[in-house]
């Protein structure tokens, strides 16, 4: 087959695409494997009891079952989700905007292949210019989403070593420069693979260096604020019309709708309309028509509130005690758990390489993510790399707990043998 550049690079072999792959092999042939490895949430009955109602309502009205299976919406969306989700965004944040700030996609992931690649890439002048990642470690999806190479421009985190083996990243201002071939600034918050915080100041510096440079802010909020609302620390959220926020329902435990909904000034929700026309022709509408369920209900609040948030700060904090008893002794830290459904291990000067310590857990039955991957568009031979684990916690607790031991039996295997 006699592929263009596009088919190269999309049909080809990346880091990401290897990974995932590795990842479903191992559990096809072993499906008895502990999973802490991707992104899926977890299964919280009593959420997906409210969501089974809720899409049976949907079901026995004549009127909602033909909008939702039988009419194609406009590609930015449908219009009543559009107006429900500004009247909720101005009512609880008091933001400045209208259902045209508002447009729905197939999934975050999607919306952020067009967002980026309207921006960043081989501009008309003949110049390029790169998304900057002002912290990295950042989201493994952003990878190897660009058209162009040389797509990711990042600055190493500042790392403020704190007590009871934590750590938090912040963002290193004193390193951190835009130039003329900087095309938007990116962050996720929380933070994939993390579970950082941007704190407000930070999302407040970032927000001014944007304006002053004539650039969007694209904020991330996968796990944020206003829902899914996995966040286990006190943070305000951000919109301006300078900022593209990128939310999705996936979190909340609907991956398999694919809706991610876009909140950005006007001219950038056209743009993006009219892309997401050329690629979709329409969005999916299952999606909207649950969410438009749960905005009605009030439980698009009531359910992060009750459930969600609760669920994974509890998951968060077992998983970090079960980590320091097994641990103790090691030389590892493990990042500040502030949201999202990670928590990120540092092992300072681990002999072996993190991508190493994946291979030995997979054979001992457990899956993670090894953390190299994720440090996009930093590419020098930073050690830091090389020493870090993503690790899932969503599973049920028993199945966590053996994975943990498991994990910390490998570690210190490691560091003895060194
Ligand atoms: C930080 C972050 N952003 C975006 C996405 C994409 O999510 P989706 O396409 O399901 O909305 C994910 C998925 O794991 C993520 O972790």
């Known amino acids: 087959m006699k592929l263009s550049v596009f088919g190269e690079k999309f049909t080809g072999q990346s880091g990401i695409v290897e990974l995932m792959d590795d990842l479903g092999t191992a559990l096809n042939e072993n499906p008895d494997m502990i999973f802490m490895g991707g992104g899926n949430p977890g299964h919280i009955q009593a959420v997906e009891d409210i969501f089974q109602q809720r899409l049976e309502d949907i079901i026995a009205d004549p009127h909602q079952r033909h909008s939702m299976l039988g009419i194609y919406q406009s590609p930015q969306g449908d219009k009543e989700f559009r107006i429900q989700i500004a009247d909720f965004l101005v ?32 501009m008309p002048d003949g110049s390029h210019r790169s998304i900057h990642l002002p912290l990295s ?39 951190l420069q835009l130039t003329e071939q900087t095309a938007a600034l990116c962050v996720s918050r929380p933070t994939n ?44 959220a951000h919109w301006n019309q300078n900022t593209i926020l990128a939310l999705s329902l996936s979190k909340m435990g609907l991956p398999g709708l694919r ?48 459930y969600i948030t609760p669920f994974y700060q509890q998951r968060s904090q077992a998983t970090l005690q079960l980590f320091r008893e097994n641990l103790k002794g090691l030389p590892y830290h493990i990042h500040k758990p502030e949201g999202a459904i990670f928590l990120w291990l540092w092992f300072k000067d681990l002999p072996i390489s993190s991508k190493e310590l994946y291979q030995r857990l997979k054979k001992r039955g457990v899956l993670i993510v090894p953390g190299e991957n994720f440090f996009v568009g930093i590419d020098d031979d930073w050690s830091h790399k090389n020493e870090c684990i993503r690790v899932s916690y969503v599973q049920p607790a028993d199945v966590v707990k053996q994975g943990v031991k498991i994990i910390a039996e490998e570690v210190s295997k490691a560091y003895s043998k060194s």
């Not at 100041?201 to 206003?226: N, Q, R, T």
């Not at 028509?289 to 359910?303: C, D, P, R, Y």
């Open 91 to 122: 009512k609880n944040y008091g933001w400045n905007l209208t259902a045209d700030n508002i447009a729905v996609s197939n999934g975050s992931q999607s919306a952020f292949f067009a967002l980026y690649n309207m921006f960043a890439g081989d």
């Open 259 to 306: 809706t991610g909904i876009i909140v950005a000034n006007e001219e950038i929700i056209q743009g993006y309309t009219n892309v997401n026309t050329i690629v979709n022709l329409a969005c999916g509408t299952l999606g909207p028509a649950l969410a438009k369920q749960l905005f009605n209900s009030g439980e698009i609040t009531s359910l992060t509130r009750d």
């Open 137 to 175: 470690p950042e989201y493994i999806g952003y990878r190897d989403i660009g058209l162009s190479e040389k797509f990711f421009t990042a600055t190493k985190p500042t790392i403020e070593i704190l007590d009871d083996n934590l750590f938090k990243y912040g963002v290193d201002f004193s390193k």
């Open 193 to 236: 693979p993390t579970g950082n915080v941007l704190t407000d100041h930070e999302i407040s510096l970032l927000d001014e260096m944007a304006k002053a440079h004539e650039i969007p802010l694209i904020i991330d909020g996968a796990y944020g604020l206003p829902f899914p609302n996995i966040l286990f620390t006190d943070a305000k």
